[in-house]
């Protein structure tokens, strides 16, 4: 009888198998580096760096500008501007579920509000003050900072209703109007000629504030938009469309 034979042993193979595997274990280590969400050091980081800062401080003025100029151009009076600025870290990679916020390692938006005092005798003066600072813009050549607002056939009309020499612009037995906007910005106001009063809001509280990656700021500390009612009469608001001003992808370097 033969003994049973021992079973060969193929050590090259199973060296090349292990190989194979350890290979395949950095390659997939290699792709998740770029695919994992971002650390909340790493988002600190790219919060503080000099791009976020430079980026940050020219949109930031830019949007002052912008309500500045309602200040400078119209009867308007600031009062309250209002700043909120967060940058948020990208998500992990899901292969299976893929989302616009696993592209990034870091964007920041920031938003800018602000309020104004107003006579609430003289809201159709205002509106046609605010509309011919948006006429000197021309469409051709507007410039960065200005009032996007013209005359056209409705406001025209609102400014009229506003002063009680024509119908509700928007229809009769419709809701007192109280808002203009365009893709840049909305301006709001209390109601004036309606029963039921319609008030502009407050800003919302700040909430927790890490900084970089997160400012709050209220503008003067303390000021209250139900103090501007009572001091001018009328409260307008002006909200301008948040600024992604700065962001990073994945893979990409933070300069």
């Given at each position: 009888m ?12 199973r ?22 969400a971002?650390?909340?050091?790493e ?23 912008v ?9 308007l ?13 990208g ?18 938006t ?10 609430p005798?003289?809201?159709?003066d205002?509106l046609?003050?605010v ?18 607002f ?25 809701p ?11 301006l ?31 503008e ?23 600024s992604?001003y ?9 300069g």
């Open positions: 033969r003994p049973p034979r021992s079973p060969v042993r193929r050590p090259s193979v060296r090349a198998a292990i190989a194979a595997a350890l290979l395949l274990l950095l390659s997939s280590s290699a792709c998740s580096s770029q695919d994992r971002t650390s909340p050091g988002l600190r980081g790219l919060a503080s760096g000099a791009p976020a800062k430079k980026a940050r401080e020219e949109t930031e003025s830019h949007l002052r500008a309500a500045g100029e309602y200040d400078r151009r119209t009867p009076t600031l009062g309250l501007v209002a700043v909120d600025d967060r940058c948020a870290g998500s992990e990679k899901e292969w299976l579920s893929p989302s616009e916020d696993d592209r990034y390692r870091i964007r920041c920031l938003r800018l509000t602000a309020w104004f005092g107003a006579d005798d003289r809201i159709g205002t046609d003050a509309f011919t600072a948006g006429d000197r813009a021309s469409p051709a050549g507007a410039p960065a900072v200005s009032v996007p013209g005359h056209d056939d409705y406001r025209g009309r609102l400014v009229d209703y506003y002063r009680g020499r024509g119908p509700n612009p928007t229809g009769p037995g419709a007192e109007p109280t808002q203009v906007s365009d893709p840049s910005q909305t709001s106001w209390d109601t004036a000629r309606s029963t039921a009063r319609t008030l502009v809001e407050e800003p919302q509280e700040c909430g927790d504030v890490i900084p970089p990656v997160s400012r709050c700021l209220r003067p500390e303390g000021a209250r938009v139900a103090g501007l009612r009572n001091r001018y009469g009328t409260v307008f608001r002006l909200d301008l469309t948040p992604a700065y962001e990073v992808l994945k893979g990409q370097g933070a």
